[in-house]
């Protein structure tokens, strides 16, 4: 305790010198005067601070260490004592294999130098697939017994019959009550040839002549030519057929319809023939329907031939359509599948008048500066229908 207390005022003896010494370097007239009789005094605390403050450190420490051994070399001989009243147990060895040494590395304290920063290369433009796929670990399945399905199997269906196009009567059902006889025959063929051009006949090769007058030997009747090699024509069938009542009516749908068919000379339109057909104005179908190439107003209009249907196949022979030229079913399939076979070619164009937009049914044909025809795509056919039944007169066109 001594020595503690001798360092203590050592240390309170060196704090006063620095208080002193900051004293002086703050007031300048101290430390003139300090100076005058600084070498006396620096004398004197030798004398009577610095050696005697050193010595007594200097023995106090002595002092100090030898007393913290003393105590320490004290704790370890009652440990001693404590230990060696204990009993000894002598534990039972067991033969167990050596564990592995633990080696404990010891790292060099050697100035490590900082390695090279790595410029890490851009990114892929698509990432490298995983060179180590993951493992899939299996999981059992219960061995299981799973019965198969049973098998059904579907039975023949009855194959549907097609639909009919047309409503087909048999031949024998067509009336054709009023036939014309041989010679009636011979004078409606010198009739028709009469009524052709040189052009018409030089251009066309199947020629369709229809009269829809309502009595005489040649009405209600289609008469069909084909043009032979030498300019001569052929009859080739003459059939029944019903023309349009010559009314004004209203139609199925509404609307406010003449049932007139027209007088005239046409063509038939390359691009509305049809197997099958619906008229959407007087609801019924229209089987092997040809329609005529005609504008009028600027409209194409709905004439057509096709064959009859339903209660209108009995009324054959007499005006009974609501315009188009209606024929028997069987006649209409054979007079269709001739001219779509065998009548494909150029034929001649009818005049259009651009002032009321309605193409000529006069027979006027259109010629290029040079004077020669103008042709288009078509069918080779000529269909001419006349007020006419058979009477010894000259043709009324209406």
Sequence with gaps: MISLRGLSVFYLAAASSFAVAIALADHPAWNAAAHKQGAAAAVALDDYVVQPGWALTKTSSVALFNFTADRFGMIEQHLAQKDAKKPVVVAQVKHTAPKPQRVIVIPNM??????????????????????????????????????????????????????????????????????????????????????????MLANFELFLYVSKADHGSAAQRMYVFQKQ????????????????????????????????????????????????????????????????????????????????????????????????????????????????????????????????????NQGVLVHDANGQLEMAEGYKVLVFIENYGGENVVAALF
């Excluded at 059902?173 to 009469?194: C, G, K, M, V, Y």
């Excluded at 009028?296 to 188009?324: M, P, V, W, Y």
Aim: net charge neutral; hydrophobic share 35%.
């Design 110 to 199: 050697v100035a490590s130098v900082p390695p090279k920063k790595e410029i890490a290369p851009p990114p892929a433009k698509f990432a490298a697939p995983d060179l180590r796929p993951p493992i899939m670990e299996s999981v059992p399945q219960p061995n299981t017994m799973v019965a198969a399905a049973p098998k059904y199997t579907l039975a023949p269906q009855a194959e549907k019959p097609a639909p009919a196009i047309t409503q087909v009567a048999p031949p024998v059902s067509t009336p054709d009550n009023h036939r014309p006889s041989q010679a009636e025959l011979a004078l409606i063929t010198q009739h028709f040839r009469t009524s052709l051009t040189k052009e």
């Design 229 to 360: 090699n030498s300019g001569d024509l052929v009859m080739l069938y003459n059939w029944p057929v019903s023309t349009g009542r010559e009314l004004d009516e209203i139609a199925t749908n509404g609307q406010h319809e003449p049932t007139v068919t027209p007088a005239g000379y046409y063509e038939l339109d390359a691009h509305r023939m049809y197997v099958s057909h619906f008229s959407g104005q007087w609801k019924q179908p229209m089987p092997y329907a040809m329609f005529f190439n005609w504008e009028k107003n600027g409209f194409q209009t709905g004439l057509a031939i096709h064959g009859a249907s339903g209660k209108d196949i009995g009324l054959l022979g007499e005006r009974a359509s609501a315009g188009c030229i209606h024929l028997a079913p069987e006649n209409a399939r054979v007079l269709f599948t001739l001219i779509r076979n065998d009548y494909k070619g150029l034929m001649p164009k009818f005049a259009y008048d651009k002032r009321t937009a309605t193409m000529s």
